[in-house]
């Protein structure tokens, strides 16, 4: 299955969610379900994004994009994080709204039971897209799946007030969870933004992966018997990460003896050992004469 099919997933359950949960605000009256219901809203544009976001993504490198449309998921990420900030000025709003003119709620015990079977509904599918996303190294993917899980932490939050509100009577608490909510979000919109934004400026790739593609080629070397001493050396001068694609420049001195047939064979294996664990990364090999 595509991410395209996974986000359109997302897309359908996002929506089914969100109904549930506003139909629990308008028989319960709490700002902290609505918090939680506006928070589904940006679930389903969230999936929308991701959705066309990976479409484009998917796309292969063109005469006009010779290194593929990686980056447009950092893109849609960026307008998602924008959107999340907006969502959640509407909910510390509403809430501050709330503050003013408290009432008892309404129909607590259905609204409850509402909003438990979303946060239920929507920690499955958060723990099946976070899945999904580490098997096929999506960001865009990673990302949606982190805010549905986010949303699910929002849930409990909320039925923990409504079980609080309407046992103890503590009005006061709907608003409150509702700013607590909406700080969330702003946060959660602000970690989104800043990181698809740092991405778009070709991020390297992560010290994990860079520390095992040096132990990748040092496996080479040791095969081929070559090492240091034989004025051998190598360097990764750049990485940089596009989407679910890496790119990575390495730098290899090779001695006066090796002869251009051999060097070149030396980075094909290195080539070939690399992609075979990460085959996303794309590897450009300069070769050197050694001082």
Known sequence: MSIQRYTLLSLLLSTLLCGIKFFAYFITKSIAIY????????????????????????????????????????????????????????????????????KALEN??????????????????????????????????????????TDVLTTIGTMIAIILIDKFQLLFLDPIIGIVIGINVVYLGYKITKTSLSSLLDRQIEREKREKIEELIENVLTQKRLDHSDNFSYFIKRTRRAGRKGFIELYINVPSYLSVKDAHALCDEIEKEIKTIFPEIEVIIHVEPSP
């Open 35 to 102: 918090s939680d219901a506006m928070e589904s809203i940006v679930n389903i544009f969230s999936a929308l994004f991701a959705f066309f976001g990976s479409k484009i993504a998917e796309k292969p490198p063109d005469k006009e994009h010779p290194y593929g449309h990686g980056k447009a998921e950092y893109i849609v990420s960026s307008i998602e994080g924008l959107f999340i900030l907006f969502a959640a000025v509407s909910i510390l709003y509403q809430a501050i709204e709330k503050i003013l003119n408290q």
């Open 108 to 149: 607590a015990t259905e609204g409850l039971i509402l909003i438990t079977v979303s946060a239920v509904a929507n920690l499955s599918l958060a723990y099946f897209l976070y899945k999904k996303a580490k098997s096929l190294n999506s960001s865009l993917l990673f990302s949606h799946a982190t805010h549905i899980f």
